[in-house]
């Protein structure tokens, strides 16, 4: 890890108050019947009126400059906040990418007037995005993109097919990458662009991809001849690449690439039986490094790097532990999984179970993170 410089990280001290006062609130919100334990909560638990509350407290878009409704307090603070979400199962999903990925890429390639119209909506919980990146056919390689934006008098028209674009349904707006010019001398991360598109809009067709649970969170997006005017670009057109790039670091790192059955490992520590405990210490060390891992990218961040290939190997750790997790609780607790139980350990297993194909799909394949890691190696 060394060559990567994922140094260790040490949170500041001031922070310990924060994550005490959000303990709280989670205490109360739960306490008040607004919330219950859930496995993987930042993806299928959308609540707006949550995302309010945390709004109202100034914990989503924590690093945003004040002047857009932030309160600079940078990366590390946002992962102490997040870590206490994820743990306690809490409905995040609402919020979750445009705190995470879509706001940052706002705030670092958007124009003045992108920044002042997005922003303040997202740091208040009320400005939903959802990001149109994998196709079909294409799996996690991001630069084989065939949706096309082609340029015309007034802007772009785009046209194309989106798939696993979580929340399109619900979102506010939705941020598109496509192909802005022919690929030239087979250099397929040139000519890329990203598109701001505000939902609903009449030729953007917004079709349900069902989980195994019957669930509702992942779409097939159809843009059909999508007229986006000029000033709904991102950045510059041809840089979509590095964009995506750098939005991955955000997206692939932090804590929801570790913590998705956390609940269920909390849930279930009093109903370990024989050997519980020497299985549960091995588990738990193994969290701890991981979390190191999520922690050293974020303080990355927090210094303005962008470590796409740090990210990488830590959503390829972490994805992978969330599903020995449940393979954990189900060799040691004996129940069977059952999704209208009562029992919160029985219904988190089977929450946990019948999402759990998603984990190492989502965000990039191991394989293709893996690939990224060799590539840096040099041994691909």
């Not at 079709?207 to 001849?225: A, K, Q, S, W, Y």
Request: net charge negative; proline share 5%.
């Amino acid at each position: 890890m060394d060559l990567w410089n994922l140094r260790p990280v040490t949170l500041p001290a001031e922070l310990e108050g924060l994550r005490q006062e959000v303990r709280a609130f989670l205490d109360e919100e739960l306490a008040a019947g607004r919330f219950s334990t859930h496995c993987d909560q930042w993806l299928g638990g959308w609540d707006a009126a949550f995302s309010r509350r945390l709004g109202e407290r100034g914990w989503i878009g924590m690093a945003f400059p004040a002047r857009y409704g932030g309160r600079a307090a940078g990366a590390l603070a946002r992962f102490v906040v997040t870590e206490e979400l994820l743990a306690a199962g809490a409905p995040v999903a609402a919020h979750w990418i445009a705190d995470r990925q879509s706001g940052p890429g706002l705030l670092r390639f958007g124009t003045e007037e992108q920044k002042q119209t997005y922003l303040p909506g997202i740091a208040r919980g009320e400005r939903f995005f959802a990001v149109g990146l994998s196709e079909p056919d294409t799996g996690s390689d991001l630069a084989s993109v065939r949706t096309r934006a082609t340029r015309v008098d007034a802007g772009w028209r785009i046209s194309g097919t989106k798939v696993w674009t979580s929340g399109a349904h619900l979102a506010h707006t939705l941020v598109v990458l496509a192909r802005t010019a022919p690929l030239a001398d087979g250099d397929r991360h040139a000519g890329l662009g990203q598109f701001i598109i505000d939902l609903p809009h009449p030729a953007v067709h917004i079709r349900p991809i069902r989980l195994l649970t019957g669930e509702h969170h992942f779409n097939e997006v159809v843009l059909d001849d999508v007229l986006v005017a000029d000033d709904r670009v991102l950045g510059e057109p041809g840089d979509g690449w590095h964009q995506v790039t750098s939005e991955l670091a955000m997206e692939r790192s932090g804590p929801e690439r570790i913590l998705s059955t956390f609940p269920l490992l909390a849930a279930a520590v009093p109903s370990l039986g024989p050997g519980g405990a020497s299985a549960l210490g091995g588990t738990v060390a193994r969290l701890w490094a991981l979390r190191q891992l999520s922690l050293a990218v974020a303080g990355r961040l927090e210094a303005g790097v962008a470590p796409a290939v740090e990210a990488a190997a830590v959503k390829d750790l972490g994805t992978r532990f969330e599903s020995t997790v449940i393979d954990l609780v189900r060799t040691l607790v004996r129940v069977e999984p059952d999704p209208g139980a009562t029992d919160e350990v029985t219904r988190m297993l089977a929450e946990s179970v019948l999402h759990s194909p998603g984990f190492t799909l989502r965000g990039g394949t191991n394989e293709i993170l893996r690939g990224v890691v060799a590539r840096e190696l040099g041994v691909r």
